[in-house]
């Protein structure tokens, strides 16, 4: 039986406001539980909510990025379930007026670009925390403790449509999605400390079907490793399940990182009927024209429009892929670098390889402020000339991350520029012919591997200055070869 | 001089002119409460000490003049599901019994700064669902007119209080005529301010869109003199509502409506009467009076018994026994809970949680809450139809007096028809005022519901002090302490 799947994906991020969603809590990044906390977002009786005009900025933003159109009448609903960890026991969310709709976001897998159509960008409150001790499940623990830092956080949640084909897909998916949150300013997009959430909806038909399988809902995956591995285990699963004549159950699964296994959640939070309905504490939102138009006009450069600024330099799909994801000073480097040298593959290699290998190598997270984007075009050109090795190459940049200096100071210090002066790369080539008539004898006779160790004797007794192409070159010349 | 049947001007009055203090005020609080609640039960508690220390500072800033407004030193009392820091709030409910408010609900802010006396905080129906307050956790409250009779709901605590005169006046909560059904069966004023206009922040939400804070008193200048206080703007509440008064014409230039749907079956002649005797005196006056009628009122109770549970359904889901409150243990978190929700919460709440629970449930949503929410806004634009031709809208407050306790305690639906009248204002968000008229052959009080379009409160106040003088009505209820 030929299978497909189909992935949906919902993803939480939560946004980097100065205040919680409905009230004026700071939020504050701290290990210590129960300190950021007012009536409101503890949901003391008589507390009321007051919407924060920033998230909702945050989220339209979003939402304008992703090419979604804008609910200009919209309006905040009460999802009803309980558990612990929320303390309204409703979480004040958006239901059938979210504030975007319809919108999509272009991804690269393979060299080539996809779309990944968005259902809806709408506001949440973030709940509290739990850790159930003695089992990771509510049901089964011995106690739970709670932690509401976390509660009132706003959150933008974004739900794809069911059109993901893999984990792949999905992975690149989160990666843009990640990028354009911080490339929009509203989240720090860190993924190990939850600032993105994500939650996939799977299912699996046959090919040639129309319609789409039952669907599996997956939570609890916190890396874009459990996603991608949590997909693929879970795409694994139904298909054998479908090959053997099972059927599917509509259900939320739990992956297990651990065991790397998804697991049925078969309790009470799996089956709730929500009872959607109009939050009455809070007046209908009437997002203006002049409030969208001002958003509009403000929106920064975004992650496609960045890779398509690569891609005119020349930068395969795939390298500007990877560049719009890198940091902001390192995209602006290459530009510089680039503008510079002319040559994108070399400013691309020598950023994403040499200079972010020598970063990584030395612990260093950023550049030291003398070092001028110049410096790199400067090591690029001189390779490019044939002035210096490759090797010197790295050399130069090894140092000058180290100390203030130029590269010119560094080649001449250390003598790293090649002697390219044909007259006397000539003068030395014939000095070493003379005195290796028996290796010349030998080349002539068909020995070709014996050229290498002409060109190292060259090289050598020249203290490595001579450009080896140049002396290659000056050799055959000579023999005739 | 009986200082406890003074008005609040009439007692700043004194304080100003040194004939008497705050603390003399305070005393004679003190010992009233001291006997009617024992008759009574209008206080769940009474803030004695601190408040002997406040009568003080009272009594010291008028000796130095700096006596801060007319409400300073006097005592007010708080219906019990209104936060004051660091004092229970309650709410009648076991389910709180223990809970310590630890901030002030901006009501109470706002009577600080006018450095309000809080005898204490009063009985009310267990989160203000009832209209008698027989289901209140903590025993019932009984009508200072004759004791065998309820006092009337939500706020019966309140009413019982003001009557009884244990306080100057009360801060009640209406959500489908707490305030004004309970002031009708005490005899007293009691005013429903227009939705918005009084922050809830800090009110113990039964029904978010229909509750309202506002004030039971013995004279429409004290009922004045507290919204004054403790209405406007609040960024804390979102609900809150930012513009300016709308004045109403006065007299001659005024058309007044009397209500048709309200002056049918199921009101009582007795209620009609006082009706009628509040539109003679407006003729005399040279009023315009026409008959209007409003066919959606109706429907009022059936709308709102699903709006209201919906609302509440959603409202008393935080109290769960895990952050404050009750906590009855269980196995597990959810079996921890159900147990304190089923222990903590009476028969009445239950009753109005599983209805609004249902109410939203998936596939009934449409047919019950949905159409609840439709036929409200048309009731809206019928009142906006109506108020392009009237001024103010007249009917009884409650259908019957007061009704002996126990009565209805049994006949859920009996209980809520006594909300006929006061539940449209609610519905449309309209400033209501109930006035006290006269006694029934019971010897029970009765009273008059004058409704006007939103933002009018302050024209209503005026209009209702006026019929307040014509109708001479002043008296004090002495049955409870016989």
Partial sequence: MNL?????????????????????????????????????????????PV??????????????????????????????????????????SQFDLPVGENGNLEIVIDNEKDYVEIERVHMEEDTGKSSHEGSGR?????????DFNRSGIPLVEIVTKPVIKSSKEAVA???????????????????????????????????????????????????????????????????????????????????????????????????????YFSDPD?????????????????????????????????????????????????????FEVFNNTKDSKASFNWITGELQGQMRKLEIKSLPNWFSPNFLSDVIKLIDENKISFTSGKVILEELIQMDTTPDEIAKRLDLYQENDEVAISKIVNEIIDNNQDIVERIKNGEDKLVGFMVGQIIKSSGGSINPGMAKEILSKELNL | MELLNLSIRELNKLFITKKTKPSELYSEIFNRSASSEAALHAHLSLFEETNLVKAKKSDERFSKSENVGLLDGIPLAIKDNINIKDEKTTCSSKMLSNFVSPYNATVISKLDTEQTI????????????????????????????????????????????VASRSSIAALGSDTGGSIRQPASFCGLVGFKPTYGSVSRYGLVAFASSLDQIGPISKSVDDARIVYSAISGH????????????????????????????????????????????????????????????LPLIKLSISIYYLIAPAECSANLARFDGVRYGLRVDGKT?????????????????????????????????????????????????????????????????????????????????????????????????????????????????????IMSKPLTDNSLLDFSEMLEKELEFYSTPEGWSK
């Fill in chain 2, 118 to 161: 809080y005898t204490g905080k009063t009985n009310l129906d267990e989160f203000a669902m009832g209209s008698s307050t027989e289901n209140s956790a903590f025993g019932l409250t009984r009508n200072p007119w004759n004791t065998d009779y309820v006092p009337g709901g939500s706020s019966g605590g309140s009413a019982a209080s």
């Fill in chain 2, 234 to 293: 609040d960024s804390l509440d979102s609900t809150s509502i930012n513009y300016e008064q709308i004045e109403l014409p006065f007299e001659k230039n005024a058309t007044i409506g009397i209500v048709k749907e309200l002056m049918e079956d199921g009101i009582s002649e007795e209620s009609k009467k006082e009706v009628e005797k509040v539109i003679d005196i407006l003729k005399l006056k040279g009023y315009n009076i026409k008959e209007v009628s």
């Fill in chain 1, 4 to 48: 497909k799947p189909t992935i949906g994906i919902e993803t939480h991020i939560e946004l980097n406001t100065n205040t919680k969603m409905f009230c004026r809590c700071r939020v504050v990044d701290t290990e210590e539980p129960n300190v950021n906390l007012c009536p409101t977002c503890l949901g003391l009786p008589g507390a009321l």
């Fill in chain 2, 333 to 449: 978190s959810y079996e921890m809970m159900e147990n304190t929700r089923a222990e903590g919460f009476g028969n009445e709440v239950k009753r109005r949680i599983l209805l609004g629970t249902y109410a939203l449930s998936a596939g009934y949503y449409d047919e019950y809450y949905g159409k609840a929410l439709r036929a409200r806004k048309k009731m809206v634009d019928e009142f906006s139809t109506i108020f392009k031709e009237c001024d103010y809208l007249i009917s009884p407050t409650t259908p019957t007096e007061a009704f002996k306790a126990g009565e209805k305690t049994n006949n859920p639906l009996e209980m809520y028809m006594s909300d006929l009248c006061t539940i449209p204002a609610n519905l449309a968000g309209l400033p209501a005022i109930s006035i006290p008229t006269g006694l029934s052959s019971n010897n029970l009080p009765l009273g008059v519901q």
């Fill in chain 1, 51 to 92: 919407p924060n005009e920033k998230a909702i900025r945050y989220i339209t933003l979003l939402a304008l990025a992703t090419g979604c159109s804008i609910t200009k009448k919209g309006m905040f609903h009460r999802k009803n379930y309980f558990y612990p960890d929320l303390p309204k026991n409703y979480q004040i």
């Fill in chain 1, 138 to 146: 509510i049901d089964s623990a011995t106690s739970t403790s709670l």
């Fill in chain 1, 282 to 334: 809070i007046p209908n939102m009437v997002l203006t024209d002049e409030f969208i138009n001002q958003i509009k006009e403000n929106l920064p450069s975004l992650p496609h429009e960045n890779r398509n600024k690569l891609t005119e330099t020349g930068l395969g799909l795939s390298d500007s892929n990877v560049l719009s994801k890198s940091e902001k000073w390192i995209f602006e480097l290459y």
């Fill in chain 1, 173 to 275: 998916y989160i990666e843009e999605l990640r990028q354009l949150a911080i490339e929009l300013e509203i989240s720090e997009g860190k993924l190990e400390k939850g600032n993105l959430r994500f939650d996939a909806n799977i299912s699996v038909a046959p090919s040639e079907s129309n319609e789409l399988g039952t669907k599996v809902e997956i939570k609890n995956m916190n890396s874009l490793r459990s996603l991608e591995r949590a997909i693929d285990f879970e795409i694994k699963r139904q298909s054998s399940a479908l090959e053997n004549g099972d059927i599917i159950i509509q259900e939320t699964r739990h992956w297990d990182e651990s065991k790397e296994t998804t697991t049925s959640m078969r309790s009470k939070e799996g089956s709730a009927d929500y009872r």
